[in-house]
Structures are given as C-alpha cells and as structure tokens.
C-alpha cells in the first residue's frame, strides 16, 4: 500500500502549489485604481511604455524619440552617439547619463541603465500609486505560484510513475491507482489553464485600471499618422513597430547582448 503514501504526498503538492497561487491571483486581482481617475488620467508615451514592456520599454522608447529627433545617433552596427547633450526630461537625461562621458557607448548597457535610472523608479512608484501599474511584489508572487504549480504537476507525474513501477502490493488494478494520481494531476494542469487565461493580466506590468487606459489610447491614435503615434506604437508594441531600416538595425545588433 506503499502508493497510498505516494497519493496522498501527490494531494499534498498539489493542492498546496495551487492554493497559493489562487492567494497570489487574489491579491493581484485587488489591484486597481478608482475608476473615474483612470477615466480622467490621460497617459504620457513614458507611462505607456511602462505599462506596455515595463523599464526597459521606456529606455527602448527615449532612445527612438530622441533619434527620430536628431539628438541621438543610433547606428546599424549597435552604438549609441550623443548628438544633444541637453536632455529634456529626466528619463532622457538618464539615457545620455548612461552613454557616458564620452558621449558613445552601445545600446544595450545603455538600454540597461536607463531603465535602472531614478527617474524610470520614480515614473513605476506614481503608476503604482495611481493604481494603473502592478507592484513588483505582487507580479513576482503570481509569477512564482504560476512556477510552483508547473513543478507540483511534473511532481504528481513522477510520483505516479514510481507508484505505478512498484511491484504490487494489493488488489489495487493499476488503472485504478493510475486513475488516483490523475486527479491531482488534473488540479494542477486546470490551475495552469485557468491561470493563463484569468491571472495572466495581472502578472504583466499594467493593472486592470492601466489596461483600460491602454486600450483607449490605442483607439485614440488608430486612426492618425502623425509623430505622437508613431511614437505610441512603440511605446505600446516595442522596437518591433520601428518602421526604419537604419534604426531597425541598430536594435537587432543590441539583441545579442540583451534578450526582450
């Protein structure tokens, strides 16, 4: 009856591994702001960002803005050059802070520092505070409870396989104890589906509050061909919206040094 223990070992992991992550999605899912200041908040291309790919989106988007303007030489073989040493904001100044004195440097330690600036922390803290960004804490607990699960279904697998290869030890028809080891398996696999479809929102950077407000800026700008939207695709949809070839290039030199 050695498999009994193998079960109820199985119950245990299972049941566990989905429990805390169900916690986890709760926690998150209480996270939005008040729905009429999301309504009235009109989002900034750095909040975009943010929201859309998170710090280094907001690096990836200062660096296209201030290459499309002329104050940053982005070159196909991957090297950043200042232009303009005077940025406009602080996120800009974070960039050209991060190229370094003298004022070249490639772009993906730069994309790195950038997004490690104050000023990308203090743009994540007043999102968090607005309720339209997900805290680091809660993004990091779903993602661990969604890991915890995939290693508790891999757990009941192995664990029914070695009850299954023991010799038998009673009346039990195999079928029927592999039938035992299947249901906490099915637990854990439905967890996952249900994970990936209610928690998946909550494990990214906006909250259900920044979402909406991505979707409406979305639906303002489809229709325009002006700089600003140009500028919100990327903000919203990363490098891969850059429609030039030049500044295309510069960023897949970057990818072999840092992976989106």
């Known amino acids: 009856m050695f498999w009994v223990l193998f079960m109820l070992l199985a119950w245990a992991v299972a049941a566990t591994a989905c429990t805390r992550l169900c916690l986890a ?15 009235a908040h ?20 200062t660096l296209v803005s201030m290459a499309r303007q002329r104050r940053l030489l982005l070159a196909h073989t991957g090297w950043a050059t200042v232009v303009d040493p005077r940025g406009r904001d602080d ?37 968090v505070s607005a309720g339209l960004a997900v ?15 995939r290693a508790a279904a891999l757990a009941v697998l192995a664990l029914g396989a070695i009850a299954l290869l023991m010799p038998a030890q009673s009346d039990m028809p195999r079928t029927l104890v592999a039938l035992w ?6 637990l854990t ?21 920044g979402q909406r407000l991505l979707g409406a800026l979305a639906e303002r700008t489809g229709g325009a061909g002006d700089d600003r939207t ?3 695709s990327v903000a919203v949809r990363g490098v891969r919206a850059i429609g030039e070839p030049e500044l295309r290039a510069a960023f897949e030199q970057r990818a072999q040094y840092w992976h989106d």
């Not at 974070?94 to 004022?103: L, T, Y």
């Open 25 to 39: 999605a709760v926690r998150a899912a209480t996270i939005d702001g008040d729905a009429e200041a999301g309504r």
């Open 42 to 61: 009109d989002l900034t291309l750095y909040e975009a960002a943010f929201l859309s790919g998170g710090p280094a989106r907001v690096a990836d988007l």
């Open 91 to 127: 996120i800009e100044r974070s960039v050209i802070g991060a190229i370094g004195p003298e004022g070249q440097s490639r772009i993906a330690p730069v994309r790195a520092g950038a997004a490690a600036a104050d000023a990308v922390r203090t743009l994540a803290d007043r999102l």
């Open 135 to 149: 805290p680091d804490g809660a993004r990091t607990t779903v993602a661990a409870g969604v890991r915890q699960v």
């Open 181 to 186: 080891f299947a249901l906490p398996l099915a």
């Open 189 to 209: 696999l439905s967890c996952l589906a249900i994970a990936r479809v209610e928690i998946h929102p909550y494990a990214r950077w906006a909250s259900p509050a």
């Open 230 to 232: 140009y500028l919100t």
